[in-house]
C-alpha cells in the first residue's frame, strides 16, 4: 500500500531539489529522515516536511509503524514559472524567471 504526500509549487527550481531527493529514494524512512536532517541544501528543510507527512498518513490510515516504511518514489516536477524584471543599466530590463516545482514523496511497506 502506497502513501503519498506532495508540495505543489515548491518555491525551489526543481534542479536543486532532485540531488537530494536521489539521496533519499530507496532508503527506509527513519533513515531518509535522518538523511535529510544531516544534509545542508536548501530544499532538505522541504523535503523533510513532506516526508514526516507521508508518513504520518501511513500511520493514521493503516496505523503502519515508520519502521516497516521505505521510500519507494521521490520526484520533482517542473511547477509555473514567475516571470520578473531586473532593471539594467541604461533603462533596459532583462527577464527573471523563478521557478516551482511539484515534489512528490511516496512510501509503502517493506
Do not use: C, Y
Not at 536548501?42 to 503502519?64: D, H, W
Amino acid at each position: 500500500m502506497r502513501f503519498t504526500s506532495s508540495h505543489r509549487g515548491a518555491r525551489i527550481s526543481p534542479t536543486k531539489v532532485r540531488p537530494v531527493l536521489s539521496q533519499i529514494r530507496g532508503q527506509s524512512a527513519s533513515q531518509a529522515l535522518i538523511t535529510l536532517q544531516m544534509s545542508k541544501r536548501r530544499g532538505a528543510v522541504m523535503l523533510k516536511a513532506i516526508l514526516k507527512a507521508a508518513i504520518a498518513n501511513a500511520e493514521n490510515q493503516k496505523e503502519i509503524s515508520e519502521d516497516r516504511l521505505f521510500v519507494s518514489e521521490a520526484r520533482a516536477d517542473k511547477g509555473p514559472t514567475m516571470k520578473r524584471w531586473q532593471p539594467k543599466d541604461r533603462g533596459r530590463a532583462h527577464p527573471i524567471k523563478k521557478r516551482t516545482s511539484h515534489i512528490l514523496i511516496s512510501v509503502d511497506v517493506k
